[in-house]
């Protein structure tokens, strides 16, 4: 059974950081590029943060340049965001998404709340 199973989120401070995980079970890890989306009430889903399957290339979205990290760690079938000078325009649910390398197969973990207010 695949599951994405997030975790790390819950409310902070303007300022401050926070790093959230997904943890993948029930698929081969490793031949999956990985992404990071959040969605803020109100509006569309939005892409965070994209990692390759071997971690070699990340991207980023132009309003988290700079202050978001992706990574992952295959090891542990598990990647990883790193946010750091959290604003308060940050706040939503962040989801996690495997796509599978060459062929069109899709999986979406089911959301971690992150909450920026003073």
């Known amino acids: 059974q695949v599951r994405l199973v997030e975790s790390g989120g819950g409310l902070v401070q303007p300022g401050r950081s926070l790093r959230l995980s997904c943890a993948a079970d029930?698929?081969?890890?490793?031949?999956?590029?990985m992404s990071w989306y959040r969605q803020a009430p109100g509006k569309e889903r939005e892409l965070v943060a994209t990692i390759t399957s071997t971690g070699r290339s990340t991207n980023y979205a132009d309003s988290v340049k700079g202050r978001f990290t992706i990574s992952r760690d295959n090891a542990k079938n598990t990647v990883y965001l790193q946010m750091n000078s959290l604003k308060p325009e940050d706040t939503a649910v962040y989801y996690c998404?495997?796509?599978?390398?060459?062929?069109?197969?899709?999986?979406w973990g089911q959301g971690t709340q992150v909450t920026v207010s003073s």
């Open positions: 029930g698929f081969t890890f490793s031949n999956y590029a």
């Open positions: 998404k495997a796509n599978a390398n060459y062929v069109s197969v899709v999986y």
